[in-house]
């Protein structure tokens, strides 16, 4: 049972409001595909089906690392892709490795996903320059904060401050 003397710790979030933010403009562009009709593509596939693309077939491990995503995530995307006809796996250099590579269906939408992709980015362009102080700058100036002094060592030593964490 909770502790009614304690006050909830959720309900009090600085960055919520950018998840959801990020959230609604993902949505919007899902609701593009959904409109152009492009059946069965998750917009969380795009940047994989066009690396794949730009880069040719790559093993898990490679389409993985070339994203900046965990071997174990892009495993599950890539069954998902898979189950939707976007991808498929090939024998690679020897028995042992196979690569992802795109399949017919996924090769005939590649250049409108390209599309998307720079109209996107000419849109966050231009909300960009509509605003005081830009996101990928702020992002850019945490990055830096975080290169002198990492969020686990501020995170450890708030939480060694807390007598709850102890």
């Known amino acids: 049972m909770a502790d009614p003397i304690q006050p909830d710790p959720t309900q009090q979030s600085l960055w919520r ?12 562009i899902a609701r593009v595909y959904a409109e152009a009709p492009i059946e069965g593509l998750k917009s969380s596939f795009v940047m994989e089906l066009l690396r794949l693309h730009a880069a040719g077939p790559m093993t898990i491990t490679e389409l993985a690392e070339s994203v900046g995503r965990t071997h174990s995530a892009l495993s599950q995307k890539v069954a998902a892709m898979r189950a939707a006809g976007w991808v498929e796996t090939v024998a690679g250099e020897d028995a042992r490795s196979k690569k992802v590579t795109l399949t017919e269906q996924g090769r005939s939408v590649v250049g409108r996903l390209a599309a998307e992709w720079r109209a996107t980015e000419a849109v966050l362009a231009e909300i960009e320059a509509e605003i005081p102080y830009p996101l990928s700058r702020v992002v850019a100036d945490i990055e830096g904060v975080l290169a002198r002094r990492s969020f686990h060592d501020r995170l450890a030593e708030k939480l060694g401050e807390d007598p709850e964490w102890r």
């Open 17 to 28: 409001p950018l998840r959801f933010l990020q959230g609604a403009i993902e949505a919007d």
